[in-house]
């Protein structure tokens, strides 16, 4: 792996923890910080709104 | 040094740095003259809506009753604004570009885009007060439909959240230089880690406010006839719920950085506090629906779902924040050997440095009074007990204000210095202003609640009913809570004024800091550059910590029997 020279040896050689990982990564939390409350708060919520029938 | 020789061609600026004296980390010269104007038009707001505030709840004193009926909705209406969106949503931009280019050691990013968002804001919060004051837009900051505004207040927010999204893109993208750069070593820092709960979060409110606002603009501009009531409450709660939690986030993050930057405290965790801050990015936002708990038309999985099964866990992760920094200010005060009993770590505390004491202030009023209301609230059965009363500012003012703003103005006291690079003046009245602020919030945050407690509604210009078709008593005790909540309001606004003061003179008239004064006064304390880096406490021993927690936890389980109890009583089954 030619990128290795960037960091220092160690850093490298050791497998980073997913969950380190994901917590390393802001766009992965990014994307699941809306894409949760979109769909669990706002979608659900809207689809239930949707079905009150309208008064005449 | 190492020259990016592409980054012209890439369109980068040349970033001008200079080294902070007392932290040693590069400061960048674009960062730090956006921290300086966010955080200078954010007291500015601060001290209009507090003011507001004052006449609010002088009009609330039911022997005062100061203002008119038209008069008391319009600037309940500004106050919301000013210091719920403007004051907070500016500062919280200042914390972003600290957290992100000042942390990281980094330039920022796009700083022309920064600007533009500044202006943005600016202008669009400038827009919403001019239409709130000219009187046609007394619709409460909330704005429910059919209620209608004037079409530039919807403009007025519609722009400043343009202007906020921006400059959330501004840390994200400084975040990737950051990285790219290879400015900092592992993991970003907690404080920063915080910064970018508090961004994500954002990045949804604002969607949300898009979604909402941009409809209910057209339609009061005619090009849309109408626009349904439920929906509107629904998504306009998407982003005006989850905009608190950029807050709950942000102030987090700051008390992690006090902590650190005044007493060299290490998080006892950092994993642990990270996964803390991981279940606010991905449930915090949904107890939105609290606000919705009485609404026809949305089923109890919805609700309780959203408000109790999910939000624990956001909850939860309060808790361990809540835990974890006096924990680390404890195992910082223990290593400088405040080893006796189980609290000196604690009474030697620089209690007399207004961040320190702030902070202190802002952890206790936010978990004992703000927290523990907020789930029992958050409740759906209880929640009936106090849906839409003085129950809920009282709430809030207890989070927003307690937590948040003294927060906020927390870490001011350290911006002056390190930023601003201004001696505080008025030493002694900076140092009284946190006590006095904090009693004057947590008072009008108890009185409101009792008087919520007692069935007296928000948003109510009367209590007495003096020229009501039908009347309505309520009990002596609500007038008398009403009356200290106005007291407890003076205080607060007394406090408010004296942090302005202090403040606004150091900035605009202080002395420079000079390296002697540095060498005399520094404002970080011993250890303080731990702020900047990733890592955890080892082997800590917190016996203060745990005595603290369990008294929390003991008057959270009462709190939330009783008003088992109370509802019980109020809503008979037999
Ligand atoms: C001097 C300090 C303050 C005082 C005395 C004060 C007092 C009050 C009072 C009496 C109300 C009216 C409650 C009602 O009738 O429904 C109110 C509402 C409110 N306050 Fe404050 N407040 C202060 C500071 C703040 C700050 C710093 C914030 C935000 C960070 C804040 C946020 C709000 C909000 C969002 C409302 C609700 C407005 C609405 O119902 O539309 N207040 N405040
Ligand atoms: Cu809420």
């Known amino acids: 792996m030619s990128e290795q020279s960037t960091g220092s040896a160690d850093q490298q050689d050791e497998r980073v923890p997913a969950m380190q990982r994901l917590l390393d990564n802001p766009f992965l939390l990014l994307f699941m910080g809306v894409a949760t409350p979109a769909a669990l708060y706002l979608i659900w919520g809207v689809m239930e709104l949707s079905q009150v029938p309208l008064a005449q | ?56 709840a002088l009009t609330r004193w039911p022997a005062v009753h100061l203002l008119p009926a038209d008069w008391f909705y319009l600037l309940l209406t500004a106050h919301g604004a000013d210091v719920l969106l403007f004051w907070i949503i500016f500062f919280e931009m200042a914390v972003l570009y600290f957290a992100s280019a000042i942390l990281l050691n980094c330039r920022l990013a796009a700083p022309k885009f920064a600007w533009l968002g500044f202006i943005l804001m600016l202008v669009g919060a400038i827009v919403a007060n001019v239409a709130v004051l000219q009187g046609e837009s007394s619709v409460m900051f909330t704005s429910y439909v059919p209620m209608q505004a004037a079409p530039h207040f919807y403009l007025g927010l519609i722009l400043f959240a343009v202007g906020a999204l921006i400059g959330c893109f501004v840390f994200f993208g400084t975040l990737v230089i950051a990285k790219e750069e290879g400015t900092y070593q592992g993991s970003i820092p ?50 005006g719920h989850s905009s608190q939690q950029i807050n709950v986030s942000a102030q987090v993050a700051i008390w992690y950085a006090i902590a650190a930057m005044l007493l060299g405290a290490k998080p006892l965790s950092e994993k642990v506090s990270r996964m803390a801050f991981l279940m606010y990015i991905l449930f915090l936002q949904l107890a939105s629906a609290h606000h ?42 223990r290593k ?46 209880l ?151 990733a890592g955890s406490e080892t082997h800590p021993k917190l016996p203060g910590t745990i005595i603290l927690v369990a008294v929390f936890l003991v008057a959270f389980v009462l709190y939330y029997y009783v008003n088992w109890k109370y509802l019980s009583e109020i809503w008979p089954l037999s």
């Open chain 2, 383 to 533: 929640n009936l007990i106090m849906h839409n009363t003085l129950y809920v500012p009282g709430h809030f003012h207890a989070t927003v204000v307690g937590g948040t703003t003294l927060a906020f103005m927390a870490i001011t006291y350290l911006l002056v210095p390190l930023i601003f690079r201004k001696e505080i003046m008025l030493k002694k009245v900076a140092q009284w202003q946190p006590y006095v602020f904090g009693i004057g919030i947590a008072g009008i945050s108890l009185f409101m609640m009792g008087a919520g407690t007692l069935g007296v509604s928000r948003r109510h210009w009367d209590i007495g009913f003096s020229d009501a078709a039908m009347s309505f008593d309520y009990p002596a005790m609500a007038f008398a809570m009403m009356t200290m909540n106005g007291i407890a309001g003076v205080l607060a606004t007394v406090g408010g004024l004296m942090f302005v003061i202090v403040i606004v003179l150091s900035v605009f008239f202080g002395k420079p800091r000079t390296p002697e004064a540095i060498a005399a006064t520094p404002t970080l304390g011993a250890g303080g550059e731990v702020v900047a880096q």
């Open chain 2, 336 to 381: 400088r050997g405040l080893t006796n009993g189980a609290f000196e770590w604690l009474r030697k505390a620089p209690w007399g440095n207004p961040a320190f004491s702030g902070t202190v202030f802002s952890i206790g009023i936010f978990g004992f009074l703000g927290g523990i209301s907020g789930v029992v609230m958050g409740t759906e059965q």
């Open chain 2, 292 to 333: 919705l708990l009485v609404e026809p038309g949305i089923s109890s999985e919805w609700k309780i779902f959203n408000t109790s099964y999910a939000l624990y866990l956001a909850v939860l992760g309060s808790m361990i924040h809540g835990m974890s920094i006096p924990g680390a200010m404890e195992a910082a005060q």
């Open chain 2, 190 to 239: 907690l404080v920063t880690f915080g910064a970018v709960t508090a961004a994500i979060i954002a990045v949804f409110t604002i969607a949300s406010g898009a979604i909402i606002l941009i409809p209910t603009f057209l339609w009061s501009v005619g090009y849309i006839s109408h626009i349904d009531p439920l929906m509107y409450k629904v998504v306009w709660w998407a982003m």
């Open chain 2, 1 to 56: 040094m190492a020259v990016d020789a592409q980054a012209p061609a890439r369109g980068f600026y040349e970033a001008k740095f200079r080294t902070c004296p007392e932290t040693g980390l590069k400061v960048c010269a674009q960062a730090e003259a956006l921290i300086k104007a966010n955080a200078v038009v954010a007291v500015v707001f601060l001290a209009v809506g507090g003011f507001f505030g004052l006449l609010v």
